[in-house]
């Protein structure tokens, strides 16, 4: 996949990325960066993806962790661990319902995560293994 060209605009904003990088502050730019590598990283896993994946299938009820463990058949400390990186970067929302918590697309990130997953649908069948 080519990279953009540093003077193209970015697709939401007319301004160049190059203009809009260096109006950043350097620490907000550190503070910035580690956010990105944490949303990377969590985005990195593959059972992270499919997990995003079934969660954004169930958009009303939400999905619980016990039918996450069962369908994708994994543990329960292993579904949590996962639940604990989208969590910590806003990707999906928590409910607690008696002994089982239910998980919902963060409604203020839901946008980002259409993209992302319509990304990895999307691509090509010749990238697959």
Known sequence: ???????R???????PVVDRLSAVP?????????????FFKALGD????????????QP????????LANTL????????????KLLSVDLVTRRKDGRWG????????SETVTEVLTSVLSMPR???H
Do not use: F
């Open 46 to 57: 593959p059972t992270r993806l499919r997990i995003l994946y079934l969660i954004a299938s």
């Open 126 to 128: 010749s990238h697959l």
């Open 102 to 109: 239910y998980y919902s697309i963060n409604p203020e990130n």
């Open 73 to 84: 058949g994994l543990s329960a400390p292993t579904i949590t661990h996962h639940m604990k």
């Open 60 to 67: 009303n009820a939400g999905i619980s962790s016990n039918s």
């Open 1 to 7: 996949m080519a990279s953009p060209t540093p003077h």
């Open 9 to 15: 605009p970015h697709p939401r904003s007319s301004e």
């Open 26 to 38: 350097p620490g907000e730019l550190n503070a910035r960066a580690d956010l990105a590598s944490d």
